[in-house]
């Protein structure tokens, strides 16, 4: 394990200017203070923290607060936590995970805990995790559009949601596709707000009437129609409703092998008679699917890392300018689950066959 030493010599500096650099106790210059974080880094150097704590009067730990339902995290949700923690300890910080069930808080919170600041994933409109953090004066950071009517001037890390279903959209327009199905998150989280209205600019720029069918929402996380979303769906949709759906956008990757399980028990083949857009999805598992499924990349776990160093310079730890709002771009991934509808087979003829 490296230590002081290691990263004063490497660094060129005192053991003194390595300790400033952690406690802040006296001003060092950025480029000392990149040069030792460099160096730190580089090394896997972590301060003491008991010792650390005693200097700055904090308690040198983050909370980072992720609604969950009965499930494993997704690779999302690990990518976004490994980039959280990573970048974290950069900076001598430790991370309490504090998962939240159906988005309500349940005692005890966060903001109940001994934490310097917080980061917010997934916020709901009036999100009470949000509202107890701004009541406890509780530096935190949102990955995610804060929507709470007391709450203004927040901090977010975010991607564009309303241009990524937008450019989605756009991906499969060109591709012939009118008839478009969104499985959309669920209704009360802010990204969903955003991703809907994506959808709508995207149809009405084509010209393309919505109907009823063509946006639907997850359940809640512990309802017991959750694991089954997308399923239930696309064989109401698809099946018992026939209306001819050539493309369905699935919010992430769970729902896109639902959607997948319910396209081959109407005899239907992906993506022959239904292309399949995966908005969030495990990198790995779209490649291994059969066929591999072209999604879009949201790069969680540079949310996560840009997340920590938005709420580091609000604890004062990382000096310099940052906007109150960063996004982390995004891009379609291109694989195998999406024609045109010129490549297609003929969908009129195929979709009849389709069984309940």
């Known amino acids: 394990m490296a230590k002081i030493d290691d990263v004063a010599r490497l660094a060129k500096v005192s053991k003194g200017t390595v300790s400033n650099v952690f406690s802040q106790k006296r001003p060092t210059s950025k480029e000392v203070t990149d040069r030792v974080m460099k160096v730190s880094r580089q090394l ?12 700055t009067k904090k308690t040198m730990a983050i909370g980072l607060t992720i609604p969950h339902g009965n499930f494993f995290f997704s690779a999302f949700h690990n990518q976004f936590i490994n980039g959280v923690i990573l970048e974290a300890s950069y900076y001598g910080y430790r991370v309490l995970l504090d998962m939240i069930p159906v988005q309500k808080v349940k005692t005890p919170f966060l903001s ?3 934490i310097d600041g917080a980061i917010v994933m997934s916020p709901a409109t009036d999100d009470e995790r949000i509202n107890l953090m ?8 949102t990955v995610g559009r804060v929507m709470n009517s007391n709450v203004k001037d927040t901090s977010s890390v975010d991607s564009d949601n309303l241009m990524i279903i937008y450019s989605i959209c756009q991906y499969l327009i060109d591709k012939g596709h009118r008839n478009i199905m969104f499985l959309n998150a669920n209704e009360l989280m802010t990204v969903s707000i955003d991703r809907k209205a994506g959808f709508i600019k995207a149809m009405e720029d084509n010209q393309i009437h919505i109907e009823e069918h063509m946006i639907h929402h997850k359940p809640a996380i512990l309802s017991s129609e959750y694991m089954d979303y997308g399923y239930e769906e696309t064989m109401h949709t698809l099946g018992k409703l026939e209306k001819k ?7 992430d990757d769970r729902t896109a092998f639902s959607v997948m399980n319910a396209i081959k028990d109407l005899e239907l083949r992906v993506p022959e008679d239904v292309s399949l857009f995966v908005i969030c999805g495990d990198l790995s598992m779209m490649n291994q699917s059969n066929p591999s499924l072209t999604s879009m990349d949201l790069q969680p776990s540079e949310l996560g890392v840009q997340a920590v160093r938005m709420l580091m310079h609000k604890l004062d730890v990382l000096p310099g300018y940052f906007p109150e709002n ?31």
Request: charged fraction near 20%.
């Open 44 to 55: 896997n150097y972590v301060p003491n923290h008991i010792a650390r704590s005693l200097v």
């Open 112 to 114: 109940s805990y001994p």
């Open 134 to 141: 701004h009541h406890e004066q509780i530096p935190f950071i």
């Open 245 to 251: 759906v050539t493309a369905i956008i699935a919010d």
């Open 326 to 356: 960063i996004i982390v771009e995004s891009k379609i991934i291109e694989r195998d689950s999406c024609s045109s509808i010129s490549s297609a087979h003929a969908y009129e003829e195929s979709f009849p066959k389709a069984k309940l």
